[in-house]
């Protein structure tokens, strides 16, 4: 690829993202303004906080398009197909152990098998991020939150 046809295809990749968020904010806002009451700052409806973050992630885009790429940046690559289905695996997984593992044993299998999805994870990292993933998330939710999910299912307490 020409240099000159690489700095076309990196100047357009900003304008390209930030095309792609502002029609998701676009069809975020548009939705919550349509079904939702917006209300007012002072009296919030259900939909204020969605139109708001709609608008922030909008002006956020357009302000990523006017964004100068940096010229020495790696080209745009595909991700790989085993990230993809290890990172979308991750709230299936979650799912189907919430309830009958519990918190604890969901978190440490779901952050473990998700965490392979880097192609710099190690056997030994992945098992360190998940524990603490853990102990963060039942610190949290269960202790600090005091969320009514067990940290033990069905399947371990009987």
């Known amino acids: 690829m020409s240099p000159d046809l690489s700095r076309r295809i990196a100047i357009h990749r900003n304008h390209i993202f930030a095309l792609l968020f502002v029609a998701i904010s676009a069809g975020f806002g548009i939705h919550a303004w349509t079904s939702m009451t917006i209300g007012t700052p002072a009296d919030m409806g259900p939909g204020f906080f969605p139109l708001m973050l709609s608008l922030i992630l909008a002006m956020l885009s357009v302000g990523v398009g006017f964004v100068r790429p940096d010229l020495d940046e790696e080209p745009l690559t595909v991700v790989s197909?085993?990230?993809?289905?290890?990172?979308?695996?991750?709230?299936?997984?979650?799912?189907?152990?919430?309830?009958?593992?519990?918190?604890?044993?969901?978190?440490?299998?779901?952050?473990?098998?998700?965490?392979?999805?880097?192609?710099?994870?190690?056997?030994?990292?992945?098992?360190?991020?998940?524990?603490?993933?853990?102990?963060?998330?039942?610190?949290?939710?269960?202790?600090?939150?005091?969320?009514?999910?067990?940290?033990?299912?069905?399947w371990i307490t009987g």
């Open 81 to 154: 197909l085993r990230a993809c289905l290890l990172v979308l695996s991750g709230p299936i997984i979650f799912a189907l152990t919430i309830r009958t593992l519990g918190l604890l044993p969901a978190v440490l299998i779901t952050v473990f098998i998700v965490s392979f999805a880097s192609r710099f994870a190690t056997f030994r990292n992945s098992a360190l991020l998940a524990g603490g993933f853990t102990v963060f998330c039942v610190v949290v939710f269960h202790y600090l939150l005091n969320l009514p999910i067990p940290l033990w299912g069905t």
